[in-house]
């Protein structure tokens, strides 16, 4: 390893404590994972040691962010659905968060997707700002709820994964789910957790109606040309 790089690695890290101590907010968390990102390229495994093993929501969330903007990043829908699926799964599990290597390795070019999670990060700030820690408390409990919380995270990354990427808001409403989800959890907020499941409802909802009116469309081309 060149001493450049490893003077950049020391330099890292004296800055990321700053930004993702224990005190920083979840908004000053992602941001200071945006700013490290690796140059040139980075992979799953490179984002997912700027978090680390124990923040697999904090991680969740700064996948979750490149879904809310209109982005053509290539590989990004299969490399970070996968993940946040996979997170879901783990937390559901009560288990540490594990990456299949050929998804780990996957990398996605830095400028493109740095861009990407700067805009959607904007949403975050706005969530964070109408989010208060301790309220509704029950709905962040341990028990039964925990593992229906938990349960909507896998389901709004299966949504979020759904083959609509083409179609407009198909990826932002089970993003917005997954946000809301995450923020809630990471906050203690039971009303946020709430409005994450919600969303998860619209989410179905609005696939069901793409469903249904393409069969109906498809339904009125063949009787037309019959």
């Known amino acids: 390893m060149s001493v450049d790089r490893m003077r950049g690695g020391k330099d890292k890290e004296k800055v990321l404590p700053k930004n993702q101590g224990q005190d920083a907010s979840l908004g000053e968390k992602i941001q200071g994972m945006i700013d490290h990102l690796p140059e040139g390229g980075v992979t799953l495994a490179e984002i997912r040691d700027l978090v680390g093993q124990d923040g697999m929501l904090v991680l969740r969330a700064f996948l979750t962010l490149v879904f809310l903007v209109p982005v053509s990043i290539p590989g ?17 599990g009560g288990r540490n968060l594990w990456i299949p290597e050929k998804i780990a390795q996957r990398s996605l070019p830095t400028e493109k997707l740095r861009g990407a999670l700067r805009r959607g990060a904007q949403w975050l700030h706005s969530l964070e700002r109408i989010s208060r820690p301790h309220r509704l408390g029950w709905m962040v409990a341990s028990g039964a709820l925990s593992a229906v919380n938990n349960l909507a995270l896998v389901a709004g990354a299966l949504l979020l994964m759904a083959p609509f990427g083409l ?48 069969g109906v469309a498809l339904h009125e081309i063949f009787r037309h040309f019959s």
Do not use: E, K, W
Request: proline share 3%; hydrophobic share 60%.
């Open 76 to 92: 990004v829908s299969t490399v970070f659905g996968a993940a946040i699926l996979l997170i879901g799964v783990c937390r559901l």
């Open 167 to 214: 179609i407009p808001f198909s990826n932002t409403l089970p993003a917005l789910a997954l946000l809301f989800l995450s923020i809630g959890l990471l906050q203690r907020d039971g009303l946020c957790v709430i409005c994450g499941h919600l969303m998860n409802v619209v989410t179905v909802i609005y696939f069901a109606v793409l469903i249904l009116g393409g």
